[in-house]
């Protein structure tokens, strides 16, 4: 009896345990099942969120966007109107600067009279006829003078030139760093022609093209430029090319206005600066210049001149001039402030002159006058 109620508590111990067994698995997977599905459920649920989230980024996006679109819009108009302000700030001040260059400026001289006063660096009205010094303000202080170069390279060419018809080519070479230029690599044009786009348009390749087709070649024609201008006196005056396109030719008023009046001694010379257009044909096209000295053609009788302008130089003209009562006078301005200044000084200088003429100038015989 006792047998057997031991082997049936001990298979009731071991069903017990089975089945205990079996619950705890049972549970074991049930806890890991509701664990996968706790986490799906946290997926599930994270899914909308991110959605939400990535709609909302979209939307600020948007919205950023379209702030920046509205902001853009909004610079784009103010920076019109920023540049408008600049524009007519621009023009107003040209005109104020143009009003009081046109109205001249003296200043009590030595003698205590009213003499001009100039704004430009450097000034001078001599008298070719008499060598003398009618006024000057830093005229013997040397400067660079651009373009005024050109007139030495006209006298220094013309001495061995006789065929003005002599047709050339333009180099290629003379092209390279030439700034202003009317001409064309491997262009044929004549002397002449060559002389009008030097003295009328400020030609650079014009000048390198005379001083390579010189008697010289371009190095020994510079070099004659400076023998030149010793033997004429001029002390104070360098050159470094024949375009004055450097800042390296170098020379004072008083030189300067020595050297215009011996150019326009020469006719070849004179009679292209006292035009104020010229115009010839080129191989494919017409080529029209317009003086660059902007007195010639007005009421101011001029018998030569040259403009020049580089930054180094400022704005720069050396003129020979006719007074009223018949005189010349060479008038040079060098460093004045913008182009239409040198113009206006050049006037100023000249009409101080010709109201005081008769008691400054001395007399010159008939042969002196032109």
């Known amino acids: 009896m006792l047998q057997l109620v031991g082997r049936r508590s001990l298979r009731t111990v071991i069903v017990l345990a089975l089945s205990l067994g079996v619950c705890g698995l049972v549970g074991v997977t049930g806890a890991d099942g509701a664990t996968r599905s706790r986490t799906t459920a946290k997926r599930s649920s994270a899914k909308p969120q991110a959605s939400r989230a990535s709609t909302s980024r979209s939307r600020s996006a948007q919205a950023s966007r379209s702030r920046s679109s509205r902001t853009t819009r909004y610079s784009a108009s103010k920076s019109r109107q920023r540049r408008l302000a600049m524009a007519r700030a621009r023009q107003?001040?040209?005109?104020?600067?143009?009003?009081?260059?046109?109205?001249?400026?003296?200043?009590?001289?030595?003698?205590?009279?009213?003499?001009?006063?100039?704004?430009?660096?450097?000034?001078?009205?001599?008298n070719p006829a008499t060598h003398q010094v009618l006024y000057e303000s830093n005229a013997q202080t040397p400067r660079s003078i651009a373009s005024i170069t050109k007139v030495m390279t006209a006298v220094a060419f013309l001495e061995n030139e006789v065929d003005l018809a002599r047709r050339v080519t333009v180099h290629p070479d003379d092209l390279r760093g030439a700034s202003t230029?009317?001409?064309?690599?491997?262009?044929?044009?004549?002397?002449?022609?060559?002389?009008?786009?030097?003295?009328?348009?400020?030609?650079?390749?014009?000048?390198?093209t005379l001083a390579r087709h010189s008697l010289y070649g371009p190095v020994?024609?510079?070099?004659?430029?400076?023998?030149?201008?010793?033997e004429l006196g001029l002390s104070s005056t360098h050159y470094y090319d024949p375009s004055g396109l450097?800042?390296?030719?170098?020379?004072?008023?008083?030189?300067?206005?020595?050297?215009?009046?011996?150019?326009?001694?020469?006719?070849?010379?004179?009679?292209?600066?006292?035009?104020?257009?010229?115009?010839?044909?080129?191989?494919?096209?017409?080529?029209?210049?317009?003086?660059t000295n902007h007195l010639v053609g007005t009421d101011v009788d001029v018998r030569g001149g040259k403009?020049?302008?580089?930054?180094?130089?400022?704005?720069?003209?050396?003129?020979?001039?006719?007074?009223?009562?018949?005189?010349?006078?060479?008038?040079v301005?060098?460093?004045?402030?913008?182009?239409?200044?040198?113009?206006?000084?050049?006037?100023?200088?000249?009409?101080?002159?010709?109201?005081?003429?008769?008691?400054?100038?001395?007399?010159?015989?008939?042969?002196?006058?032109?």
């Open 220 to 230: 020994g024609f510079v070099e004659r430029m400076n023998q030149k201008a010793a």
């Open 307 to 331: 403009t020049g302008f580089i930054s180094k130089s400022g704005y720069c003209l050396a003129t020979l001039l006719r007074l009223p009562q018949g005189d010349q006078v060479a008038v």
């Open 246 to 291: 450097y800042a390296e030719n170098v020379s004072s008023a008083f030189d300067m206005a020595r050297l215009i009046s011996f150019a326009a001694g020469d006719e070849r010379i004179a009679s292209i600066m006292r035009m104020k257009e010229y115009q010839f044909a080129a191989p494919t096209r017409t080529v029209t210049l317009h003086n």
């Open 333 to 370: 301005v060098l460093g004045a402030r913008s182009n239409p200044g040198r113009f206006w000084e050049t006037r100023h200088l000249f009409n101080w002159l010709a109201g005081k003429a008769p008691a400054i100038l001395a007399t010159q015989t008939p042969e002196q006058q032109d």
């Open 181 to 208: 230029t009317y001409l064309r690599r491997n262009d044929e044009v004549s002397i002449q022609q060559l002389l009008h786009l030097l003295l009328i348009g400020s030609d650079n390749v014009a000048a390198r």
């Open 92 to 126: 107003a001040a040209y005109a104020r600067q143009l009003v009081e260059i046109q109205t001249p400026q003296f200043k009590a001289g030595a003698n205590g009279q009213l003499v001009p006063d100039v704004r430009a660096g450097a000034a001078i009205i001599y």
